[in-house]
Every structure is written in structure tokens, then in C-alpha cells.
């Protein structure tokens, strides 16, 4: 099919006019072009959102043909445009095509080298002023993604920017990519986080991850106030974060003794003079309750059963900022801010040591929890390539054919990880998905490329289900094995990701302070 726009040649007397053909402008039906001799090979012709945008919007810029002897039309550029659209149709079915002479061999290659070689895609910088540009005009973001073909995320990062000029200014100038950009404009209220940001850019550790962490800090903080509100409702004298944190020393009444040496029993705890409380946070580790409960299950038993994750839960306690004014003393009688000795006799360096490991714990804890948000963003767009990624072949053989626990467990649960990752509702019930949720997913892999990243998802998934914090506490070979893959695939891991990989964690640069509060059940005696 075709439909003719034709524009007349201008006439002119000399002999070298004479040889000028009159051009023709065309709307053709691309699957009926001949793809001519290209020196472009490679037509990355699967993007996703160029197909998309083809098929929603048509060709937007004509392509360049010419008739051959018998009457054809012979593509001379536009091969990506002309194959992608006979690939997933035009609103048309239509694109438009320029007509122009047959060009001499010599001059065919040399035209198409140029058009590809001196092609230069938009900066990101003028992307964040064309997406403000729509969104000035009333345009929502998502029909930005829709006219523009420009994915989501992307649009998103760009409207962050219009918004903070000190990002967009270094955006413009080359310091910041778009997506650099969007994370320094969600902070830049912020300078000490931007301090952070500043030092995991300079040390090349992951944004993405210390912006994640931040997030869940200010998340916690909230939480922490909250509390301290609720209780202050309750008519408790509760001290705020700022508070604990001015106070020379916070010291829980339940450590301190009466001049006499004797404990002093909890109903007059709010008695003492100058008492207030002080909200800590505690963790509770389910695996302690777990192995009580299932001494004396079978091996196998266990391991279709296994401990929740560790969770932290709000306990007041009762403390005193002023030992002096509260007539009470410490315990033994030492005169430091702590005790030289426990009851059990523990030396000052013992108690030091345990409080830093538990310092450490409890920053790893939460340094995971914030990797494991960035990390399964990613897995979720993984997980829907086309194609398997160089290596996958031999992470699914060993996983088949070792039988590994985290991919029969998955399969015995019909892969609920891998539903949330793909963004399917799952199913609910012991078993999760049914057969026939889990034959949909499998039936849509209908080529060998398709139905191999649909199985590498299932193995990664299931990997994925069974990591939490414990698993930079005892990391095994297989964690090693498949996170090692993922950063092949282009994962960065954060810091206490990488003691998987039989790493040491580099020192952190940003300020520990704020795992003092977590602290107060080991600060005095």
C-alpha cells in the first residue's frame, strides 16, 4: 500500500539541473521496502521503548528509499526505523519515506557512515528541560513516558531535578548524571546528607544505597519521635532523641544501687528524683525461640520450617541523667561513666569489645535491611530482560543439578519471590501460586532466549527469598555464587553486601552516632 505526496523538481536551463529528479515524498507499507546494503549492522532494533514508541506513534521521521529497475522501493537509511515498524506495526500501518535517485555505491556508504557515526543522542541535561517543559504545560508524567517513549523512572528522575537548582546546575555541568542528579535533588535540603553523598560518590561506593540508607534513617527517626509522643501522652517523662543525645551521661535506674548497696525495687523507679525514661530499641531474634521450639525435629523438618527474621521492638526505660541528684550510686561503686566490671566479672576491655560487636551487628543490620530495598529494585527490573545475561546458563545448571535448598523450597511454594519481583499478586496459601499461575509465567517464554531468563529469574528469586540478616552473619558459598553473578551483570553491591563475597567492609565515613540510642541497654551499669 502506498499513498503519494508528490512535490514538483524546480526546472531550471543549465545541463547540471537537467539531471536533478524530482523527489517524491511517500507513505509506505514497511514490510513492502527492500532493506538495502547497510554498513550498520547492528540495529539494537529489540529497545523496548523505541518499540513502543514505533508502535504506539508511528515513525515520526521519514526514512530515505529509491526505486530500483523493477519499480521497487530499496531502503537506503532508516533500517531501524523501517524494520522495527514492520516488526510491531504503525498506528497506519504506514511510514513515511523520502524518494530519492539511486546513489552510486561510493556515495550510499559514505552517507550511511556519516548519518551513524556523527549521530549524537540528547544529553541528559536537555531531557530534564523537555520533560519540564511537558510537565509546565499540564502533562502528567506518565503521558511524558507515553509520548515521549522515555521509561518511567527516568521521567521521574528528571521532574526531581527541575525542582533543585543546585543539582540541575551540576547535572548541566557534567558533574552529575540524570540519575546521580535525582538522588543529590532528594537530599539537597539536607547538607549532612549530602556530606554522605558527597563521600560515597568520592569513594565510588554505590548512591543509590547510601540514599536508601538515608531514607530508612529519617523513616526511623519519625518512628522514634512517634513513640516518644505517644508515651509522653501517657503522662511519662519521656526524654526526645536530642535530649538523650545533649545528656552527659544516661544511666538506667535498674543498674544503680540505693547508699545502703541494695537494688531499688521498680515501682519506685519513678520516685528517684530527676527520673525520666528513655525509648530504646531492643532486638528480638526469632531463631532463639525457633530452636527451643524444634529440638527435637528431624533435620529435615527444620529446614521446611525455618526462624523469622530478627526484629527490633520500643522498650522504656528508666533512667537518670543526674547520678548526684538522684541519690543513687553505681554498683561496686566505680566512679566511671561505666561499670569496670559486670557480675559476671567482665573487664572494662570485655566490655568494650562486646559493645562494639554489638555496635556492629546492629549497623549491619541495618545496612542490610536498606540494601535488601536497592537490591530487589534491581532484581525487579533483572527480572523482566529478554535475554539471559552471559553466564546464566552455568548459575542454572548448578542449581538444578546440585538441587540447591533455596530453589527446591522455592518450587515446593510455587515461587512467591518470583511473583513479587515480576510485580504479580501472589497467590495465598502454604503452597502459594497455583500450578496454573506458574504455567502462565512459564508458557510466556516462548522462544530458547525467553524461556532461558525466565528460569534464571526463578533461580535468582529463590536465592533471593531465603537472604535476610543473617546472611552477612554466616554467608555461604552459594550466597558468594550468585551475588558474585549479579555484580557481573551490573549490581553494585552495598558494603555489607560485599562480605558475601568474602570481603571486609571498608570503614564507614558518615557519623555512628545515631546507634547510640540502640546502645543505652549497654552503656552503664
Known sequence: ?????????????????????????????????????????DLRADHKEFRKSIKE???????????????????????????????????????PARVVPQPADADRIGDQMVENIHRAGMREAEIVAGVEQLALLGVSAAQIAKRTSIDRPTVNAALVVTKADQSRNRLDSGDLT????????????????????????????????????????AAEREADAAEVERLRSEGLPVLSAEEVAEADEVLRIERLV??????????????????????????????????????DDSDEEREDDEPG?????????????????????????????????????ESEE?????REERRRVIANNKAWSSAETVRREWLATFVARTT????????????VVTGHHSLSKAMDHRHPMLFTLLGIDVPTGYYGAGYEECHKIATKASTPKAATMTTLAAVVAAWEA?????????????????????????????????????????????????DDADEASDSAA
Open 1 to 41: 500500500m502506498t499513498d503519494t505526496i508528490q512535490t514538483p523538481a524546480d526546472t531550471a536551463a543549465d545541463d547540471a539541473s537537467e539531471a536533478v529528479q524530482a523527489e517524491e515524498f511517500l507513505y509506505l507499507d514497511p514490510a513492502a521496502i527492500i532493506i538495502g546494503t547497510n554498513v550498520r549492522t
Open 57 to 95: 506513534r508511528g515513525v515520526l521521521e521519514a526514512v530515505t528509499v529509491y526505486r530500483n529497475e523493477d519499480g521497487q522501493y530499496v531502503l537506503l537509511r532508516g533500517q531501524r526505523r523501517t524494520v522495527t515498524a514492520a516488526e510491531v506495526g504503525t498506528p497506519t500501518g504506514l511510514i
Open 178 to 217: 540524570l540519575e546521580e542528579a535525582a538522588i543529590f535533588a532528594e537530599f539537597e535540603h539536607d547538607p549532612e546528607a549530602v556530606e554522605r553523598l558527597e563521600n560515597a560518590k568520592r569513594w565510588r561506593r554505590s548512591l543509590a544505597h547510601e540514599a536508601q540508607r538515608l531514607r530508612d534513617e
Open 258 to 295: 540505693t547508699e545502703d548497696g541494695e537494688s531499688l525495687p521498680e515501682e519506685e523507679w519513678p520516685n528517684v528524683p530527676g527520673a525520666r525514661v528513655q525509648v530504646v530499641k531492643e532486638w528480638v531474634y526469632p531463631e532463639d525461640e525457633y530452636d527451643e521450639e524444634h529440638e
Open 309 to 345: 527474621e530478627p526484629y527490633q521492638q520500643y522498650v522504656p526505660v528508666w533512667v537518670v541523667t543526674d547520678l548526684a541528684a538522684s541519690g543513687l550510686r553505681r554498683r561496686g561503686g566505680g566512679s566511671g561513666s561505666t561499670a569496670s566490671a559486670d557480675e559476671g566479672g
Open 350 to 354: 570485655e566490655a568494650e569489645a562486646r
Open 388 to 399: 539471559a545475561p552471559k553466564g546464566a546458563e552455568a548459575l542454572i545448571c548448578e542449581a
Open 466 to 514: 531465603t537472604t535476610g540478616k543473617h546472611s552477612w552473619r554466616n554467608p555461604s558459598a552459594w550466597d558468594a555464587r550468585v551475588l558474585g553473578a549479579l555484580v557481573e551483570w551490573g549490581y553494585q553491591p552495598s558494603e555489607v553486601e560485599r562480605i558475601l563475597l568474602g570481603e571486609e567492609p571498608q570503614p564507614s565515613t558518615e557519623d555512628d552516632s545515631g
